[in-house]
C-alpha cells in the first residue's frame, strides 16, 4: 500500500507494524538529539483545508524530526478562496516538488480521491476527511491503551495487541471520524468496543460496525471498561449548539459527560482518553481531564511517534505497509 487513507485498509499485521515502529520512534525521542535523518532530502507537504491543531502540528514535527522539509499550506489565505480546486491545488503542490501528502479535509472521501485520481503520484496520509477516517488518531489511541492495558503505560512489546481488552466510546458517534476509525482499530486488534450516544447522535447502520451500541453511559461503566474515550460534540457540524440532537448543553453533560459523579466511580484501572479539543463541561469534567488517570497528554505524545512512524513506513521503506 502507498498511502494511508483509512484503517479497513490494514490488516492486523499492518496495524501492528505502524504500532511497533511507532514504539521504537518514541524510543529515539527520549535522547538528547531527537532528529533521525531518515527522510533527509524528502519533502512533505502538509495540506490543511480545515483547523487543525495537534494533527497538524504533530505531523511537522514528525517529519522534522526525521529531517524531512516541509511545506505548511493552510486554505485559509489561499488560493482556495479564489475557487482554486482541491486537484489544482495539489498539482501546484507536486510541482513544488512533494514527496508525501498530509491532507485534512471537511469533505468525506477527500484523501481517497487525492491519492486515487491520478492527479499526484505521491504517498497521501489522511489528516482527518469530513466524519469518515483518522487513521492516525486512531493509531495514537492505540498505541497509548495498549501500552497502558499491556504495560502499565511503558512501551508495549513487539507485536502486542488489545485482546481481551474493553474500551468504551461516548458521544457524539454520528460526527466523529475518530469513533468509526477507533472502532475499526481496536476490533481488529481484539478489543471489546461499546459505544454510548443519546439515539439522535447514533449514525445509520452502526449495527454493521463491529462494537455494541447503548445508549446508557452509566450501565456501560458498571462494566468496569479499560478505557473510557470521550468524543468531543461537533458544535461546527450542528446548525446550532444542540441542532437539535439534544435538548441542551446542560442535559447532554448529566446523560453523557463524564461528570464528576462518573468520574469518582471509575476504578484506576479506567484510562481516561479524548482525542481533543475538549469541551471542558461538556463532554468532560476539568476533574476527569487533569486527573491521574487521564493519558490526554500522553495521546497527544504518541500522536508524533505514530506520524513519524507512518511517514517512515511511507516514504523511507517505499509503501512497506501492507506489503
Ligand atoms: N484530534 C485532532 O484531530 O485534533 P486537531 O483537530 O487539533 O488536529
Known sequence: ?????????????DALRLLDTAEAMAATQSRAVKKLPTLRGKTVVNLFFEDSTRTRLSFEAAA???????INFSSKGSSVSKGESLKDTALTLQAMGADAVVVRHSSSGAA????????????VLNAGDG???HPTQALL???TLRRHYTNGGRPAEPKTTLEGAHVVIVGDILHSR???S???LMSLLGAHVTLVAPPTLVPVGVEEWPCDVTYNFDEALAENPDAVIMLRVQRERMSSIG????PSPGEYHRAYGLDIERFERLTEKTAIMHPGPLNRGLEICAEAADSVQSVIVEQVNNGVSVRMAALYLLLASQGAINE
Do not use: C, Y
Open 112 to 123: 481517497h480521491r487525492l491519492a486515487h485520481a491520478g492527479w499526484i503520484n505521491r504517498p
Open 64 to 70: 522534522k524530526r526525521l529531517s524531512a522539509d516541509v
Open 178 to 180: 475518530v469513533a468509526r
Open 131 to 133: 466524519t469518515h477516517q
Open 243 to 246: 441542532g437539535g440532537f439534544f
Open 182 to 184: 477507533d472502532v475499526q
Open 141 to 143: 489511541d492505540a498505541m
Open 1 to 13: 500500500m502507498k498511502h494511508l487513507i483509512s484503517i479497513a485498509d490494514l490488516s492486523l499485521d
